[in-house]
């Protein structure tokens, strides 16, 4: 079992209170709990705050382009998907930039895991609106405050059937860490919407706000009501729901595919003579 002492990268450089760091720390102990060596896992990101994640993890990592994550994540599961990829982005990174990719990334199902830092704002770009702030919220570049609609990942989740839609809250990290674990041990793709202040940019959304109108699933809900699951992704505002939300157990990407499905690409035997007739052909 590896020790949180083996799983700590670099010293992390958020500010002071950001909920990152409860993120980081609910992360480590997942894995701890779940006995998963630093060799034995990658962490892909792209660009923000949240984007600095894998410097802080010792493990295998790749911190790519602005919303690009998931391509990166899928390439790398498509050469192992014996591997356990994660991919940890924030709320601009991954519904803004990265939209595109997510959409389609829960629509092919593929095994990744990703955590989205949400605090409704761009924070390493110092404060703009992100697809998350919530409708007339005033920023630095939107003084008049924000005209769009707030997007909702987990309604739009649901609604694409992604596989495993789920909500945490960073000022609750033994809840936190157990729903990393469950979607991390769920097979399919898994998106946890992470609720996290940003203590220097968003003085809306603070701890006590969310506090105030957070609660957790009752035991009794069953998360595999698609219908149950999109009322419960609609609530937004007096009462935030916090949980498994939607589950469900289609078919994943990589037992789709013919060449990987008995064995990761890596493990494939190489025949150089057929490489070189390829490379005849061209030259």
Known sequence: MPSLQEIKGQQPAWC???????????????MVQ??????????????????????????NTFNGLHGRSLPVATGIRMSNHSHPVFVFTGDGDSYGEGGNHLIHAIRRNINIKLFVHD???????KGQASPTS?????????????????LNPMALAVALDCSFVARGFSGDMEHLTW????????KGFSLVDILQPCVTFNKLNTYDWYKMRVYKLEPEYTPDD??????????????IPLG?????????????????????LVRHAVDISRVKITIKEFY
């Not at 792209?46 to 600095?52: C, S």
């Open 16 to 30: 002071p209170g950001c909920g990152d760091y409860s993120i980081l720390k609910s992360f480590k102990d997942a």
């Open 34 to 59: 779940l006995n998963i060596d630093p060799h034995q896992f990658t962490i892909v990101s792209g660009i923000g705050q949240a984007a600095k994640f894998p410097h802080y993890v010792r493990c």
């Open 119 to 125: 605090n409704q704002i761009y924070g390493l770009t």
């Open 134 to 150: 919530m409708e007339g919220v005033k920023t630095k570049n939107q003084p008049a405050g924000v005209f769009s609609e707030q």
């Open 179 to 186: 729903l990393m674990k469950e979607a991390i041990n769920h």
């Open 226 to 239: 698609r219908g149950a699951a999109f009322n419960r992704a609609l609530e937004w505002g007096d009462r």
């Open 244 to 264: 498994i939300i939607y589950r469900n157990n289609r078919t994943i990407l990589e037992e789709r595919i013919p060449v990987i499905k008995d064995a990761p």
